[in-house]
Structures are given as C-alpha cells and as structure tokens.
C-alpha cells in the first residue's frame, strides 16, 4: 500500500507539471499538498504533518494537516499554538531540515521550508516520536522541494491571470472610448456624403466613411481580443502563419532591402488564427520599422514535445533598460505615431493562448522578442 500511494503522488505530480500551470486551480494545489501530507504520514515515526503554503488564486494563506493512523487530533488550543508560531525562533535555509522546540511536547518537531515569500514562511512541519533517519530527512527535503516547485507553478499561473485580467479590463476601457469617438465621426461623415451630393469631394467624404467601417471593424477584433473565452482555437501552421505576416510587410521588407532568414521546418499550433497572427504582425513589423537598410530579421523556432519557442531578432538599435521594464505596459511607444497597445495585445494573446513573451537585447545590436507556445499533442 504504501508503495502505491508513493505512485499515486508521484504520477499526479509529474500529470499537473506536465500539463503546465494553466491547468491549475486552488484544488490542485490544496489536493496535491494533501497527497504529500498522507504521504509524510505514512512514514514512522512521523504522526503529525502540516502544510503552510500562500494561495495566489485565493491570495489567502493555507494550511493542509494530516495525521498518522490511530493518532488523535490535537486540541484547538494546541493547534492554535502551532498556527500561532510562537515556537517559530530562527528561520533556517530553504529547503533544509530543522529541529525545533514546542512548549509542552515531548515529541520532536521538525520544520522544511518551501518559500519564504511575501515575508510569509510556507513550510513543511512534521512531529515524530523519535528523530528521523538520515534517509527519511532526504525524504521529506525531496517532498518539500517537489512542493516548493508546485506552489511556485501555482504562483506563476496566479501572476498570469492577473496580467490577463488587467489587460482585459485595458482592452475594453480603451476600445469603447475608441468606439464612442468613432461612432461620432462616422455620424459626421455620413453628413458630409449627403451635403456633398453631386460634388467632387463626396468621393472622399466616402472614403472616410469606409475607413470608418474598417476601424470599427478593427475595433470589434480589438474588444474580442480582451475576452479569452472568445477564441476560435484550430490547427494552423507555424511557418505558413509567419509567412502570411511578412506577405503584408513586403513593401516595407523591399524598400528597406531586408533579408528575412526563416527556417524550413514548421510544426503545427492550436491557435486563434486571426489573433496569433496579429502578435506576428506585431512583432515583424516593428522588427521591420526598426531594421537597418540591408538589415536581417531571424525567425527560428525549437520544437519541443508539448511546446514550440519562438525568436525573432532584428538589427536595430535594440532596446533600453526601460523599454525592456515598459515594453509590454500600454500605451509606451518608441515608434513615432505608435499607439503603445500592439505589444500589449500580443501579449495578452499568447497569455490567453496558456503561452509566454518576453523581450531581450542581443549582445552585437538588435532586439530578440521570444514567445512559447503549446503545441498541439495529437499531431507529430
């Protein structure tokens, strides 16, 4: 039994990691301490085994206790103690093994911690009926570690919602301020086509009303991108989808002379066609804004077994110390007449699509804007 139930965690740890955080939820994590837990006691002589760890999707502190077979529950007041850490006098290494003293306790505790985070400790405690072994200390270090790693896999995933939630709220505030503004000109416009009858300028009255359509239009992709529950997930492939995006840049690809380097091999994504296509028009394009005449963009990728990286460099004038801190933040520009939103919403694009973005400053010159992606697993 005991053998099994070392299996049983063990496949459920090696199940969410592979998954990848955005899987994960407060049960996970809360079901995954408790394995551990029942796991510490069922090793004698460990009869006692509390977890302490901070929830970033709840944003509260939790604890998860266990006890050995036939071991009676402590009293409120004992557990009170023990959540109190009163006895909590030194704060030794992450990730190591301490020895610790509790009032009126002839058993021995011991203390592991995981994190020290937000100037909270998450732990391991365990009370034995005499001291471990050296084997079993390794044993409970290796489950604090495999623990340590989740809770920041928990972390993580809670940092990315709340990106994908602030740049949500974003989207929507900047696109129906955008959109009563439009709504507006396009009202004028309409009224100029109609005064203009029958004169040479009603031609261009029109065109600005069409053009008012197209940024509606636009507007409407710009809103839906702030809702993740509205993506139209297919398989698309990787090298065609790049290609399409730098089809629509070739004027500027021609009339600057740039050489594109773009591998031949490609893989297949479950992508929002429409929406990752606009992060590569994004991304290529201030590659292109920003390169030298005769100047080279580098596309590659490194296809792993569940996920692809992606990399395309340029040899401009690379980046700041502050635009690698503002890069992503709306409304920052370095591009005259830029918005500030294109690195935004790609950003929350590929949050949205469970994926990751970074910017980075080559070491001759250049700037390298790297992204991963998950790939599809049902297809080689």
Not at 70 to 81: G, I, R
Not at 93 to 119: A, G, H
Not at 122 to 131: A, D, L, V
Not at 310 to 316: H, P, Y
């Amino acid at each position: 039994m005991q053998k099994a139930s070392e299996a049983m965690t063990l496949g459920f740890s090696v199940q969410k990691l592979d998954n990848g955080s955005n899987y994960l939820s407060s049960l996970d994590v809360q079901s995954f301490c408790q394995l551990e837990s029942e796991q510490l006691t069922s090793k004698y002589p460990i009869f006692f085994a509390r977890i302490v760890y901070h929830d970033s999707l709840l944003r509260a502190n939790q604890e998860v206790i266990n006890y050995g077979e036939d071991q009676v529950p402590f009293s409120p007041k004992t557990l009170a103690y023990l959540r109190s850490e009163a006895w909590l006098t030194d704060f030794p290494p992450v990730l190591t093994l301490q020895e610790f003293k509790l009032k009126d306790f002839s058993s021995i505790c011991y203390i592991c911690p995981i994190s020290y985070r937000n100037q909270k400790t998450e732990y391991i405690q365990i009370i034995t009926h005499e001291r471990l072994s050296s084997s079993l200390q390794l044993y409970v270090k290796r489950s604090a570690m495999l623990l340590s790693k989740y809770v920041d896999i928990s972390w993580d995933y809670g940092r990315q919602k709340t990106e994908i939630k602030l740049l949500e709220d974003i989207l929507h505030r900047v696109g129906h301020q955008l959109r009563n503004s439009l709504g507006l000109i396009g009202l004028y416009a309409h009224n100029l086509c109609l005064g203009l009858e029958d004169s040479p300028w009603q031609e261009q009255a029109t065109i600005i009303g069409e053009s008012i359509q197209d940024l509606d239009t636009n507007l409407n992709e710009l809103i839906d991108c702030g809702q993740s529950a509205k993506l139209r997930v297919t398989l698309q492939d990787l090298r065609s989808l790049v290609v399409e995006s730098l089809t629509n840049l070739q004027p500027l690809i021609n009339q600057k002379k740039l050489k594109i380097l773009i591998p031949d091999t490609s893989t297949i994504l479950k992508i929002d066609k429409l929406q990752m296509k606009q992060v590569f028009d994004n991304i290529l394009s201030n590659a292109a804004h920003f390169s030298p005449n005769s100047g080279t963009i580098t596309c590659s990728w490194q296809i792993f077994q569940d996920e692809v990286l992606i990399k395309i460099s340029d040899q401009g004038p690379g980046l700041s110390q502050e635009d690698l801190q503002k890069i992503f933040t709306p409304f920052y520009s370095r591009r005259k007449g830029g918005t500030g939103l294109g690195l935004t919403i790609a950003k929350k694009i590929v949050l949205d699509h469970q994926g990751s973005i970074w910017a980075q400053v080559l070491s001759e010159s250049g700037a390298q804007f790297s992204m991963i992606l998950p790939r599809s697993r049902s297809v080689n």
